[in-house]
């Protein structure tokens, strides 16, 4: 993400003679010239509208308005007497539409989040007007799915509150807190408002929350930069293409060639004017990659250009970083070789919206490698250091939390797509509230249980390796529930509420519907633990290691709702259930 180590976005580069950015003062706005950084004097009145607007109200939406409709969909396709498993295959389609917005957003950045949320505010309009029809339904639910804003809000919430590591980690953690809140309580009012207003009342409401959602995003500052940096993308890639126009070099007729060696057409003969140093005597003049003519009269001078040019680059991978291309053309200056650095972009461009288009440094590189060579216009590209991927000591803690995220949200979200239809057909309950108010209690108890113990037992590491120290029972406790074994406990709890939903016991499976919302909240705040863990600090790795959640999360949920529906409806009403406890 460009942070530094003290948590603090990175600032963009600047030229080295150019003295340091100032502080910014007052609330961050579209011109600030980094969108979402948090200021250390910005004013606590508008840091508390921020985390207001950006921890509590915009996950509450989002969480009601995914999770409204799965309290009642069932039982109105059932009402309509269309079939469920077109309704999982709807749920897989908006789930692979997920994964690719999750992924077009990570790239895109504000701006895209904010088109797909008006796009999704304006496919509620057929609905308001008939809900007999199953397009306009289904149109309404696969949006509702498919097109949020969850992945930009956590960009949000990084930039302005990531002044400390204390201070981002209550950011995040109440935006998560907030996300379950409103995830939890949605299953209650979808059935309440299902109860008493049916099809219409939920369309209605819909388009309320989702209408608040774009209003956020529209007052949002780093939206409003992201949009700034889109209009003017045109003109930096112009700027760009002339950053690596070939450089004619003219060579004076009263420079006679070295009689010592033919010179190769495009050489430079330094040797009469400039008296080389020892170690470049037996030394080409051309570089290894035959890209540019290295004149100097110390190796260890050219050496220290190059690092500094090469240090001033940075990393492509970094999708939140500025990117500027620094091109270096060989010149000659009356008669003499001379290096000439061109000057380099710095279109002032936010940390949130670079993940929009490709680096000026990436397009230069590109365009010197299709342009065809030319001895005259000789162009050097410094290499980038690739860092755009996971190290290779992270790949399998990887796979086994994608895994982990993979299973229990195929165990959750297939229990969450069936309990309004199944406790309806197999314990006589005809209330949605009720059976909403059965799903919603679990996740709400899970935030409550989360409350608690951040308060009571904070997680410590001073307390872990004491723990470890200990010997004996305590020692042995910590080894087996220390990361990363405390996801092994989530397994097993996930394989016997799964095996408990098919006992035929009202009170059971009750009580194993309300603990599976718990072990689902529980689980979701250990995998992001666990990326913490593994991130070592570093906020890019952490956001690639979300990445690699969020994608497992939406297979999960692809593959969970069709297999529920059509093991429900074609095989039996307990085999999705046995499903869930089979892969736990």
């Given at each position: 993400m460009?942070?530094?180590e003290?948590?603090?976005?990175?600032?963009?580069?600047?030229h080295?003679?150019e003295p340091?950015?100032s502080?910014?003062?007052g609330?961050q706005?579209?011109d600030?010239?980094?969108?979402?950084?948090?200021?250390s004097t910005?004013s606590?009145?508008?840091k508390?509208l921020?985390?207001?607007k950006?921890?509590?109200f915009?996950p509450?939406?989002?969480?009601?308005?995914n999770?409204?409709?799965w309290s009642?969909?069932s039982?109105?396709f059932?009402e309509?007497?269309?079939?469920?498993?077109?309704?999982?295959l709807?749920?897989?389609?908006?789930?692979?539409?997920?994964?690719v917005?999750?992924?077009l957003?990570?790239?895109?950045?504000?701006w895209?989040?904010?088109?797909?949320?008006?796009i999704?505010?304006?496919?509620?309009?057929?609905?308001?007007?008939?809900d007999?029809e199953?397009?306009?339904v289904?149109?309404?639910?696969?949006?509702?799915v498919?097109?949020?804003?969850?992945?930009a809000?956590?960009?949000?919430?990084f930039?302005?509150?990531?002044?400390s590591?204390?201070e981002a980690?209550?950011?995040?953690s109440?935006?998560?807190?907030?996300?379950?809140?409103g995830?939890?309580?949605a299953?209650t009012?979808?059935?309440?408002?299902?109860?008493?207003?049916?099809?219409?009342g939920l369309?209605?409401?819909h388009?309320?929350?989702?209408?608040?959602?774009?209003?956020?995003l529209?007052?949002e500052?780093?939206?409003h930069?992201?949009?700034?940096?889109?209009?003017?993308?045109?003109?930096?890639?112009?700027?760009?293409?002339?950053?690596?126009?070939?450089v004619?070099i003219?060579?004076?007729?009263?420079?006679?060639?070295?009689?010592?060696?033919?010179?190769?057409?495009?050489?430079?003969?330094?040797s009469?004017?400039?008296?080389?140093?020892?170690?470049?005597?037996?030394r080409?003049?051309?570089s290894s990659?035959?890209?540019?003519i290295?004149?100097s009269s110390?190796?260890?001078?050219?050496?220290?250009?190059?690092?500094?040019?090469?240090?001033?680059l940075?990393?492509?991978?970094?999708v939140?970083?500025?990117?500027?291309a620094?091109v270096?053309?060989?010149?000659?200056?009356?008669?003499?070789?001379?290096?000439?650095?061109?000057p380099?972009?710095d279109?002032?461009?936010?940390?949130?919206?670079?993940?929009s288009?490709t680096?000026?440094?990436?397009?230069s590189m590109?365009?010197?490698?299709?342009?065809?060579?030319?001895?005259n216009?000789?162009v050097?590209?410094?290499v980038?250091?690739q860092?755009?991927?996971?190290?290779?000591?992270?790949w399998?803690?990887a796979?086994l939390?994608?895994t982990?995220?993979?299973?229990y949200?195929?165990?959750?979200v297939?229990?969450?797509?069936?309990?309004?239809?199944?406790?309806?057909?197999?314990?006589?309950?005809?209330?949605?509230?009720?059976?909403?108010?059965?799903?919603?209690s679990g996740?709400?108890?899970a935030?409550?249980i989360?409350?608690?113990?951040?308060?009571?037992a904070?997680?410590?590491?001073?307390?872990e390796?004491?723990?470890?120290?200990?010997g004996g029972a305590?020692?042995?406790?910590?080894?087996?529930?220390?990361?990363?074994y405390?996801?092994v406990?989530c397994?097993?709890?996930w394989v016997?509420?799964s095996?408990?939903?098919?006992?035929?016991?009202?009170?059971?499976?009750?009580l194993s519907?309300v603990?599976?919302?718990?072990?689902?909240?529980?689980?979701?705040?250990?995998t992001?633990r666990?990326?913490?863990?593994?991130?070592?600090g570093?906020?890019?790795?952490?956001?690639?290691?979300?990445l690699?959640?969020?994608?497992?999360?939406a297979?999960?949920?692809?593959?969970?709702?069709v297999?529920?529906?059509?093991?429900?409806?074609?095989v039996?009403?307990?085999?999705?259930?046995?499903?869930?406890?089979?892969?736990?």
């Amino acid at each position: 993400m460009g942070a530094m180590e003290e948590g603090i976005a990175a600032p963009g580069n600047k030229h080295s003679d150019e003295p340091p950015p100032s502080t910014i003062e007052g609330p961050q706005t579209a011109d600030s010239p980094k969108c979402g950084a948090a200021s250390s004097t910005q004013s606590g009145c508008w840091k508390r509208l921020n985390f207001l607007k950006l921890c509590v109200f915009l996950p509450v939406c989002n969480g009601i308005i995914n999770g409204m409709l799965w309290s009642a969909n069932s039982l109105h396709f059932q009402e309509q007497g269309w079939p469920l498993e077109r309704l999982g295959l709807y749920g897989l389609l908006s789930s692979v539409l997920r994964l690719v917005m999750t992924q077009l957003t990570s790239r895109f950045g504000p701006w895209f989040s904010l088109m797909i949320n008006i796009i999704h505010l304006a496919c509620l309009v057929p609905v308001m007007i008939s809900d007999q029809e199953e397009w306009r339904v289904t149109m309404q639910f696969v949006v509702q799915v498919s097109l949020d804003a969850i992945l930009a809000n956590d960009a949000f919430v990084f930039f302005h509150f990531s002044e400390s590591e204390s201070e981002a980690a209550y950011a995040t953690s109440a935006q998560l807190q907030s996300y379950v809140l409103g995830y939890a309580s949605a299953s209650t009012i979808g059935g309440i408002i299902y109860d008493l207003a049916r099809w219409p009342g939920l369309a209605t409401t819909h388009l309320i929350l989702q209408a608040s959602v774009c209003g956020v995003l529209l007052i949002e500052p780093c939206v409003h930069r992201s949009i700034k940096d889109l209009c003017r993308r045109k003109e930096d890639k112009e700027e760009a293409m002339n950053a690596v126009l070939p450089v004619s070099i003219c060579v004076p007729e009263a420079v006679e060639p070295a009689p010592v060696a033919a010179n190769l057409p495009g050489m430079v003969d330094t040797s009469q004017d400039h008296p080389q140093d020892d170690g470049f005597r037996n030394r080409s003049r051309f570089s290894s990659d035959n890209s540019t003519i290295s004149v100097s009269s110390s190796k260890k001078d050219a050496n220290a250009a190059q690092k500094s040019e090469h240090a001033q680059l940075p990393s492509d991978s970094n999708v939140f970083d500025p990117s500027t291309a620094v091109v270096t053309s060989s010149q000659v200056d009356k008669g003499r070789g001379a290096t000439a650095k061109r000057p380099r972009f710095d279109t002032d461009q936010s940390d949130a919206s670079q993940a929009s288009h490709t680096s000026q440094a990436r397009l230069s590189m590109l365009l010197a490698e299709t342009r065809p060579p030319n001895r005259n216009s000789l162009v050097l590209i410094p290499v980038q250091t690739q860092k755009g991927k996971l190290h290779r000591d992270l790949w399998f803690p990887a796979f086994l939390l994608a895994t982990f995220s993979f299973m229990y949200n195929c165990a959750y979200v297939g229990e969450w797509a069936l309990f309004a239809i199944y406790f309806k057909e197999q314990h006589n309950w005809d209330s949605a509230t009720w059976a909403g108010v059965a799903q919603s209690s679990g996740d709400i108890l899970a935030a409550v249980i989360l409350q608690i113990l951040a308060r009571v037992a904070p997680p410590s590491t001073e307390k872990e390796e004491a723990g470890f120290k200990a010997g004996g029972a305590k020692k042995l406790w910590y080894a087996i529930s220390s990361k990363p074994y405390n996801a092994v406990w989530c397994c097993l709890w996930w394989v016997l509420l799964s095996a408990g939903m098919t006992v035929p016991n009202l009170p059971v499976v009750v009580l194993s519907q309300v603990l599976m919302g718990t072990l689902y909240v529980i689980s979701m705040q250990t995998t992001t633990r666990l990326n913490t863990f593994y991130s070592l600090g570093d906020p890019d790795v952490f956001l690639k290691l979300q990445l690699v959640k969020l994608n497992s999360e939406a297979v999960g949920n692809a593959i969970a709702v069709v297999t529920a529906m059509v093991l429900y409806e074609r095989v039996h009403p307990n085999a999705p259930f046995y499903v869930s406890a089979g892969m736990g």
